[in-house]
């Protein structure tokens, strides 16, 4: 079983990128599937959500900039990114977990399952 990321890239401030994250192994339609992203030199932190039935969650940083969105059929979820600034450069990172029942606990890297290698966006100024 695993998640593979893929899309990340080099941008412009403003510019935009769709990530990927695609499984296999297992169905993960009943999994809330989440992207991180980790800086250098920082903690891994929240980026966006989507749970099973489909509802998504932000951090406030990218609200209304990045889109999340998922493809139960083809096990793949995406984040569309627009808008893009400096400080979004980061390895993006999407994980799998059983669906809470509470929105408290996706926005912690605890309790995720599985985990993708990770992919590098960068945003130039």
């Known amino acids: 079983v695993q998640l593979q990321a893929s899309g990340g890239g080099s941008v412009q401030a403003g510019g935009s990128l769709t990530l990927s994250c695609a499984g296999s192994g297992r169905t993960f339609s009943s999994y809330a599937m989440t992207w991180f992203r980790q800086a250098p030199g920082k903690e891994r932190e929240f980026v966006a959500c989507?749970?099973?039935?489909?509802?998504?969650h932000y951090a406030d940083s990218v609200e209304g900039r990045f889109t999340m969105s998922r493809h139960n059929a083809k096990n793949t979820a995406a984040l569309q990114m627009s808008s893009l600034k400096p400080e979004d450069t980061a390895v993006y990172y999407c994980?799998?977990?059983?669906?809470?029942?509470?929105?408290?606990?996706?926005?912690?890297?605890?309790?995720?399952?599985?985990w993708g290698q990770g992919t590098l966006v960068t945003v130039s100024s």
């Open positions: 989507i749970r099973s039935g489909g509802d998504t």
């Open positions: 994980a799998a977990r059983r669906n809470p029942a509470s929105l408290r606990v996706v926005w912690s890297t605890l309790g995720y399952e599985y």
